[in-house]
């Protein structure tokens, strides 16, 4: 039995974007509409079981409706750049799944399924329409349901003539008169002012349609009359709009729509793209070249799996070993489970199993691990040392990471797994993990004959492709930026995440019955001003209190009631007292069970610290990412965020702990790459850049700046590093969008540098097809020429922005480096803890705290010469909180 399934593209993409987090791969693509996309599909796939599957979209701007009404959809608020972006990527997910998707000029996608749920209905054939307009109701048939979306995509109500007559009292044809009577402010739908959904149920209850409710204008009463005999002709028109067009003339045939299923290798592709991880694994897809190609590399291979017997051949085979493999698996390096080493020369693969290389019988090869003059080559050995460190086992002396390289040989590419990068280079294959191991639930390490081979192909396409990538880096000019710094820089971030820092449990308990406190004393807060209890964290029960009881204005709806997100609070907030009060209690529960409680589980029993984990490749931009946890986002905005930095202590008696944090990186990187006089004057003249950027965008004296004013300096300043749209700064500064647009022209009218480093950028990047930082970091910009506005645009966005905060992140990361230096030269005790974005942190003993207090700030000063003065700010104190 056939069964179709129609979904409107343009509404079901624009639910998902709003009812979505924001959400971006490595790239710096937006994704969260696909997200949402991809899983509504993905729903329909497995429940609904299609023999034929349709996506439509609009096609321009102009329909048939603009000839009789000009100003239909005219109120439309223009589409965010950041949901505009993301359109062609769900095209490209459809072609990957498979399913069909039509649009055509001049008509909008309810027209083709409208047109589509006639033929089924011709058909006799059951069809699924799947969208968040109302409007698609008019469709439902004894063949046709209709299923409009709520809570954003991951729920759907079906409607069937006999739900819409339940619900509204209505047949499915007078879905047009309700909408001709009240009209639809979305599609700016006049109908008749002031008769709303209630009124027009009424009105076509006892009359039937709009033309009768005008043929009984004499039986209506008061100023409703009056309204209704002002505007018959928006009433008929507002219908006429209304009424989907089911007359299309379609060029594709139905046999276009058929489903045959999705092809799970160009799935992959386009998830490994979006970096869906989770989906992939999800639906079992494959992450790298095909096993069979895998199987008949490993036959070519000499494998040797070592026992206690075969260890002299090994060693004996050491020196001329520089291919190395550590297999730990888990995605936590401090609790990773080691499997084994594979140890490959140009003739033969050694692999030692876990339980041997820790043995004492294994003396030699540890030796030779640790021996910082034995040169190694490896994948991932900043993960390698840290899982072998936990089991007393030193990893010294890596002379070549095979990932890093691919990292900055190209940071946006996601298949930077050994698997991905011998597909690339054509050096063989090797199999993905997940078809070794399995994954999930189903991950089972197999026998060590298949281990074995496994680890060995490994070993075996790291020495291969070491020279390639060495070629490659020379030709791109980041040799020097892979040698002395990235490569260096993975060896001290492996031992500041063993060195791990001391973080008091009694401390963060303590504070989380303080927070405990402040949360209930929130709670009775709320309480005073709503009048009432009731459940705060139930937005049905916040919404009725808000909107229902409080009578506040309704900013934003749901299919399930009011919204109360973020940023209906934040809008909501000059209204009542009680909106300052919920912000403050979300904020502490987020407080209390992420990160008090969350550190709490983290505290390693062993050592007492909290080890995190850096992880290098991963930001396009070239910024270190922290995992396991994150201590990138510890909140400090609120006092009682900050407070949590009081559980981070030295590890020894009597030390304290110091931090320098850099001031305004970014903005003084723009200075010096853009040679804008104004930014540069301000710099080196030490002058709030954000009252100078009021100044010069007001036209104001310093004394006429006022703190409003230097908020949205504040906010374009750092708007214009991240490459912010109108859109952007409008929801960051809650001002419409042309305003947004019309500051974002200010600022570059005053600071006419940056917009011609804006300008000279995107012209370089269009030649060249990447953007570099001042150390030479490369970012590609395919899409940069690409013919679609919104893939341009981004590329254009990321062009202006990722050398500025490249930069800054390579200072950073340079400043690391001569940091561990120095320290080692002068054979100072103290010790690197963590980087917090701009941020080091140091524990250091008394007696060096005058020379660390200099010492810091004149590395990271003096880290690279600029234009403009780097400034480092250093504190200490005898916790991390008291450095600020």
């Not at 033929?119 to 969208?131: I, N, P, Q, R, T």
């Not at 001042?774 to 922005?801: D, G, H, Q, V």
Request: charged content about 25%.
């Amino acid at each position: 039995m056939d069964k179709w399934i129609l979904i409107d593209g343009n509404s079901i993409a624009n639910r998902a974007f709003y009812a979505m987090p924001p959400l971006t791969n490595s790239a710096g693509l937006h994704t969260n509409a696909v997200y949402g996309f991809t899983t509504m599909l993905l729903k329909l796939l497995e429940e609904e079981k299609p023999t034929h599957m349709l996506v439509a979209f609009d096609a321009g701007k102009v329909t048939f409706r603009h000839e009789g009404y000009g100003d239909y959809k005219g109120g439309r608020q223009k589409t965010p750049p950041e949901l505009s972006e993301q359109f062609p990527l769900i095209k490209e997910l459809l072609q990957a799944f498979g399913i069909a998707q039509f649009e055509l000029s001049g008509f909008e996608a309810d027209d083709i399924i409208g047109t589509l749920t006639r033929m089924a209905d011709e058909a006799g054939v059951e069809a699924l329409v799947v969208s968040g307009d109302k409007d698609m109701l008019q469709l439902a048939s004894d063949k046709v349901t209709i299923a409009l979306t709520r809570k954003g995509v991951s729920e759907v109500e079906l409607y069937t003539p006999e739900a819409i007559g339940e619900k509204y009292g209505l047949s499915p044809a007078q879905i047009i008169d309700l909408k001709g009577l009240m009209g639809d402010s979305s599609d700016n739908i006049p109908g008749i002012p002031g008769v709303g959904e209630k009124t027009a149920l009424k009105m076509l209850h006892e009359f039937g349609s709009v033309e009768d409710v005008l043929a009984n204008i004499d039986s209506l009463k008061g100023k409703m009359k009056e309204k209704v005999e002002q505007h018959q002709e928006d009433a008929i028109m507002s219908k006429k709009l209304a009424t989907i067009y089911r007359e299309v003339p379609l060029e594709q045939g139905i046999e276009e729509i058929v489903y045959e299923g999705y092809d799970k290798g160009q799935l992959s592709e386009a998830f490994r793209k979006l970096e869906f991880k989770s989906l992939m694994e999800r639906l079992d897809l494959p992450s790298g070249g095909p096993a069979q190609e895998g199987a008949s590399e490993a036959a070519e291979l000499q494998v040797v799996s070592v026992d206690k017997d075969k260890l002299g051949d090994l060693e004996a085979k050491l020196d001329q070993v520089k291919s190395i493999y550590v297999e730990a698996v888990g995605e936590n390096p401090h609790h990773a489970e080691l499997l084994g080493i594979a140890f490959a020369s140009e003739e033969t693969i050694y692999v030692v199993p876990a339980e041997l290389i820790s043995s004492s019988e294994a003396v030699r090869i540890l030796e030779w691990l640790q021996d910082d003059t034995k040169e190694k080559y490896g994948y991932d050995m900043h993960k390698a040392a840290l899982a072998l460190s936990w089991r007393g086992i030193e990893l010294s002396g890596t002379a070549f990471d095979v990932h890093l390289a691919a990292y900055l040989l190209d940071p946006t590419d996601t298949s930077q797994t050994l698997s991905g990068l011998t597909h690339r280079y054509g050096i063989g294959a090797v199999q993905a993990d997940e078809e070794v191991y399995g994954k999930g639930a189903k991950f089972k390490v197999p026998d060590s004959e298949i281990l074995h081979r496994h680890l060995a192909r490994k070993a075996d396409a790291i020495r291969k492709l070491v020279p390639l990538q060495q070629e490659e880096l020379e030709k791109s000019g980041m040799h020097k930026l892979f040698y002395e710094l990235e490569l260096p820089l993975s060896t001290i971030l492996a031992g500041m995440e063993k060195q791990g820092i001391t973080v008091q449990s009694d401390t963060l308990k303590q504070l989380g019955q303080e927070i405990e406190s402040k949360i209930t004393a929130s709670m009775n807060e709320v309480y005073k001003h709503a009048g009432m209890e009731f459940n705060i964290s139930s937005p049905k029960q916040l919404g009725e209190v808000l909107f229902d009881k409080l009578g506040l204005p309704v900013i934003k709806k749901t299919k399930t009631g009011y919204s109360t997100d973020a940023d209906v609070l934040d809008k909501l907030e000059p209204y009542h007292e009680i909106i300052p009060s919920i912000l403050h209690y979300r904020q502490l529960t987020k407080l209390q069970s992420t990160y008090v409680e969350g550190l709490l589980k983290e505290i390693r029993k062993e050592t007492g610290k909290v080890h995190t984990y850096y992880r290098q490749t991963i930001a396009a931009t070239g910024r270190l990412s922290s995992q396991f946890p994150n201590l990138q986002n510890i909140p400090i905005r609120l006092e009682e965020g900050r407070k949590i930095r009081k559980a981070f202590v030295p590890s020894n008696e009597g030390w304290y702990i110091l931090a320098a944090d850099y001031s305004q990186i970014e903005l003084r990187v723009l200075a010096h790459i853009s040679g804008d006089e104004g930014l540069k004057d301000a710099f080196i003249h030490d002058l709030d850049i954000h009252t100078k950027t009021a100044m010069d965008v007001f036209g104001v004296a310093a004394d006429q700046v006022d703190s409003n004013m230097r908020r949205q300096a504040k906010a374009v300043n750092f708007g214009i590093v991240y490459g912010i749209s109108d859109f952007g700064l409008s929801q960051n500064l809650n001002i419409t969008r042309k305003e947004a647009g019309q500051f974002i022209e200010q600022y570059f009218a005053a600071f006419q540098g940056v917009r011609k480093y804006m300008d000279d950028i995107v012209l370089q990047a269009r030649e060249d097809g990447y953007v570099t930082t001042l150390l030479e970091r490369r970012r590609y910009l395919p899409e940069i020429k690409a013919s679609n506005f919104n893939l341009r645009s981004f590329a254009e966005r990321t062009a202006m922005n990722t050398p500025i905060q490249g930069t800054a992140a390579d200072i950073i990361k340079l400043a690391m480096v001569k940091m561990d230096e120095q320290l080692r030269e002068r054979g100072l005790q103290s010790r690197m803890l963590l980087q917090v974005h701009d941020e080091l942190v140091f524990e250091v003993p008394e007696e060096e705290l005058e020379t660390m207090k200099k010492l810091v700030p004149d590395v990271m000063e003096s880290a690279i010469e600029l234009d403009v003065p780097l400034k480092a700010d250093v504190n200490y104190g005898v916790n991390w909180y008291e450095t600020k």
